[in-house]
């Protein structure tokens, strides 16, 4: 993810001297000035866990993440000349594999946990003043995701290798990004951090368990990557 999030960058850079040099022409000059307009993005994360442990573990649960997709759709609403509110529901898909120390076997080592989810932030955008085509912002907010992958309902557990997550989850988000406008549209890449402010984890029938009985709490962290357009 960090070799993406380089390359990403260095293209948005090479895009920004080609396209937005010295003096270009103001491309959709009051674009920004609409009380709302609507948008749609897709993107890729990258998502992981962040474990708390009732006892001290010698081993901690291993995650290993994989970039996952993103795509959604945008309402924004002008608060002011700097302020906007959105509202960006979305799905995100993404797969974490955990290893579960102290088995032998791999097969109760190893958890696949596939996410869907239906995310749902309420975010504040400050964008800085325009400059020629290009306009730096920073967003942030809070939201709440349905995860249709959660096995909420499911009675089996990782006895049966079946892992299991809460249905619902709330995040917040920080993050930055630009808008660039072109002729006939705005294109805003932006990169985000998203927490999740609760524990996710559904433990094992067995008050025991060897895979959720030390575990104090689960939690979602993620970067997502967005690209937007208006």
């Known amino acids: 993810m960090k070799k993406f999030i380089q390359v990403f960058v260095l293209l948005f850079i ?20 609409q009380r709302i307009h609507f948008g749609y993005f897709v993107g890729f994360n990258a998502l992981d866990f962040k474990f708390k442990y ?8 291993l995650v290993k993440s994989s970039i996952g997709f993103n795509l959604g759709l945008i ?21 974490r594999d955990l290893t579960f120390p102290g088995f032998a076997k791999k097969s109760d080592q190893l958890r696949e946990v596939k996410s869907t989810y239906l995310h749902f932030p309420i975010l504040l955008k400050f964008s800085a003043l325009r400059t020629g085509n290009v306009r730096p912002f920073v967003v942030g907010g809070v939201g709440a995701a349905l995860n249709l992958s959660s096995n909420a309902a499911v009675i089996d557990d990782n006895k049966s290798s079946v892992f299991r997550m809460t249905k619902i989850t709330n995040f917040y988000e ?25 524990d996710e984890l559904i433990r094992d029938n067995d008050p025991n368990s060897p895979w959720t009985s030390n575990i104090e709490s ?10 937007s357009f208006h």
């Open 218 to 227: 689960m939690s979602t962290r993620g970067i997502f990557v967005n690209f």
């Open 54 to 61: 009732n006892n001290l573990p010698t081993e901690d649960v």
């Open 14 to 33: 090479f895009n920004c001297y080609g396209q937005f040099g010295k003096d270009p022409i103001t491309n959709k000059e009051n674009f920004d000035k």
């Open 174 to 198: 920080l993050g930055f990004g630009v808008d660039l406008f072109f002729d006939y549209f705005k294109f805003s890449p932006s990169i985000r951090g998203v927490f999740s402010l609760n």
């Open 75 to 95: 309402a924004n609403l002008r608060i002011s000349e700097f302020f906007n509110i959105r509202f960006e529901p979305g799905f995100y898909f993404n797969q």
